[in-house]
């Protein structure tokens, strides 16, 4: 299998110069419409895939973001790999607006979305103990340092559900008591679905603002968000462009993320639900065949 780089993020990361033969794909998901089409072409010799995480112009809320649907559609098109690119607010002074942050951690506490392709009638538990590829995302970060961007290796991204912003009170406890180091409302259960999948996945995530933990810089301004995030679209786009050299040709990942699914299925072969089966034809047919 040749590699397929998918890049997961909003307008601007997904403009790319020099992408060959560039086209909008509609692909069509048993887990419903995927956010909007999907952008496909060759990168320096490397297949891409671009998907607009909200839509374009930002049509989906981070609930309302049909995560099933996007990660099965991008495995169907071939994709071996998915950045994530997303904007998040701070915990730590030195992790600074315009800064990228290569997470390699979550907690999540999202509560209001399909976490999983499994269920009832087929029953599959993943290892989310690693829940980013390390190889990935150590790709990225020298890919984004290489743009001349801050890049702190390793984080941990605490997941809320949203739309609204942290309070005071969570924002500190988030901060002192869990210790996590950023925050965004995006990439759970992205990156449980993406090992479901067996996709390695990374988040590169884009300090925008410190949220409301901090004494000396207010509470979150969402003009303040994408003033940051139009200053750091360029980098964002010198990433992706970086990526393809630095990962090189297609491998198997030496952290095991293209079989997670290899002993995750508890489900007796003649107990599978039929329709399940069909549903997961793309996500995991290398093994229920």
Same mark, same amino acid.
């Given at each position: 299998m040749d590699r397929m780089i998918g890049v997961i993020g909003g307008s601007g990361v997904y403009e790319i110069d020099g992408l060959d033969d560039a086209r909008w794909l509609e692909i069509d998901s048993p887990f419903g419409k995927p956010s909007d089409a999907i952008l496909t072409g060759t990168l320096q010799g490397t297949?891409?895939?671009?998907?607009?995480?909200?839509?374009?112009?930002?049509?989906?809320?981070? @609930?309302?973001?049909?995560?099933?649907?996007?990660?099965?559609?991008?495995?169907?098109?071939?994709? @071996?790999?998915?950045?994530?690119v997303s904007a998040c607010g701070s915990f730590r002074d030195h992790m600074a607006p315009g800064d990228f942050v290569r997470v390699d951690q979550f907690i999540d506490r999202t509560f209001a979305r399909e976490k999983s392709f499994f269920g009832q009638g087929l029953v599959a538990h993943v290892s989310m103990a690693e829940p980013t590829c390390a190889r990935l995302g150590a790709a990225a970060a020298e890919a984004a340092r290489a743009t001349g961007v801050t890049v702190h290796d390793g984080g941990t991204y605490l997941a809320m559900e949203g739309p609204q912003f942290s309070s005071i009170a969570e924002s500190v406890m988030y901060r002192e008591a869990w210790g996590a180091d950023v925050i965004g409302m995006t990439n759970m259960p992205e990156a449980k679905l993406a090992r479901e999948a067996e996709i390695c996945y990374a988040t590169l995530?884009?300090? @925008?603002d410190y949220?409301?933990?901090?004494?000396?810089?207010?509470?979150?301004?969402?003009?303040?968000?994408?003033?940051?995030?139009?200053?750091?679209?360029e980098a964002a786009r010198g990433t992706?462009?970086?990526?393809?050299?630095?990962?090189?040709?297609?491998?198997?990942?030496?952290?095991?993320?293209?079989?997670?699914?290899?002993?995750?299925?508890? @489900?007796?072969?003649?107990?599978?639900?039929?329709?399940?089966?069909?549903?997961?034809?793309?996500?995991?047919?290398?093994?229920?065949?």
């Open positions: 297949r891409m895939a671009f998907l607009p995480r909200h839509g374009r112009g930002h049509v989906h809320s981070p @609930t309302s973001i049909p995560y099933r649907a996007n990660i099965d559609a991008l495995k169907r098109l071939g994709v @071996t790999d998915i950045l994530s995530a884009m300090v @925008t949220d409301s933990w901090h004494e000396g810089h207010g509470t979150v301004d969402i003009s303040a968000i994408i003033a940051v995030l139009g200053a750091n679209a992706v462009r970086g990526l393809p050299a630095r990962l090189g040709a297609h491998a198997p990942c030496p952290h095991g993320c293209d079989r997670a699914l290899d002993h995750a299925i508890l @489900t007796a072969p003649d107990r599978r639900d039929k329709a399940m089966l069909e549903k997961l034809d793309a996500v995991a047919g290398r093994v229920l065949g």
